[in-house]
């Protein structure tokens, strides 16, 4: 199943890359992002088995689940990005309001994540539950690896994801 769904990605990809490039107007981005999240719909559809009537129910929820991620690490990311421009203007007060928004994002993702599973055994169970925690960083590894590949100048690598022979 994972080998199908890996093969899926591979074979969608190239179309994510025709006539968009990083450097271009945000309007593009957009348009890479949302194919990328057509991908990761794809991806996600396929390794838990998703049937259409489960779908149905689980798709509003994952992306109920995902804004509020989404905010949380936007959050936590304009922190670091701060950190990084001004750390060494930092006052003891600030760092330690920033520490701790920190860990209060993670504990709120933590939080968000402990919730919706609730929500999504009530949908898939409890394996396929357990599976999706593990999925989006699946799809993440095996995105960067292929832009990786095509940044070295290998497009066309055959290697399966994971460095899998």
């Known amino acids: 199943m994972v080998k199908i769904a890996h093969k899926l990605v591979w074979a969608l990809l190239p179309l994510l890359f025709t006539g968009t ?3 271009q107007a945000p309007r593009d981005d957009k348009e890479r992002d949302d194919k990328i999240e057509a991908l990761k719909v794809g991806f996600i ?17 994952y ?8 905010d949380l690490r936007q959050s936590s990311h304009k922190i670091n990005v ?3 421009d001004s750390e060494d203007k930092l006052s003891n007060d600030d760092a330690k309001k920033k520490l ?20 999504f055994i009530k949908i898939i169970g409890e394996k396929r ?15 960067l690896e292929r832009l990786k ?5 290998d497009p066309q690598d055959k290697r399966p994801p994971h460095g899998k022979p």
């Open 82 to 84: 701060e950190l990084r």
């Open 45 to 61: 559809t396929k390794e838990l088995s998703l049937t259409t009537s489960e779908a149905e129910k689980f798709w509003p929820v």
């Open 129 to 143: 539950t357990l599976k999706l925690l593990s999925l989006e960083h699946e799809f993440r590894r095996a995105l």
């Open 100 to 119: 701790n928004t920190l860990f209060e994002n993670e504990q709120k993702e933590l939080d968000i994540k402990k919730e919706y599973s609730e929500r």
């Open 63 to 70: 992306n109920e689940m995902d804004a509020k991620m989404k």
């Open 149 to 153: 590949d095509r940044k070295d100048g």
């Open 21 to 23: 490039s990083f450097g």
